[in-house]
Nanobody
Framework: EVQLVESGGGFVQPGGSLRLSCVTSGFLFRLYPMNWARQAPGKGLEWVSSISASGATTVYADSMKGRFTISRDNANNTLYLQLNSLETEDTAMYYC?????????????????RGQGTPVTVSS
């Protein structure tokens, strides 16, 4: 059974930082591109970032570029998202996702398997 368990969310003031983790199991992590998405209160799911299976290539949504960093540890089946310079607009539930296929394009997150999410609240 594919499992993705996010952690690391919390409450932070504007300008602060958080590091999200996603521990995975039940599939060959090193073969799949992975991604992060978020859902703000009352809004739809928004793609944040994706990373290739090897970790060599990363892509970001424009509003996150330069502030967020996606990374992975294939030896430990774990995905990360470093959040810096957080803004109130970044308040959301953050979900990690496994792309639907090892051959999926990085920006094609259709059909991703997702975890339960970890909440991030940015407020003064």
């Amino acid at each position: 059974e594919v499992q993705l368990v996010e952690s690391g969310g919390g409450f932070v003031q504007p300008g602060g930082s958080l590091r999200l983790s996603c521990v995975t199991s039940g599939f060959l992590f090193r073969l799949y591109p992975m991604n992060w998405a978020r859902q703000a209160p009352g809004k739809g799911l928004e793609w944040v970032s994706s990373i290739s299976a090897s970790g060599a290539t990363t892509v970001y949504a424009d509003s996150m570029k330069g502030r967020f960093t996606i990374s992975r540890d294939n030896a430990n089946n774990t995905l990360y998202l470093q959040l810096n310079s957080l803004e109130t607009e970044d308040t959301a539930m953050y979900y990690c996702g496994r792309h639907s296929s090892p051959l999926s394009a990085l920006k094609d997150t259709t059909g991703s398997t997702r975890g339960q999410g970890t909440p991030v609240t940015v407020s003064s």
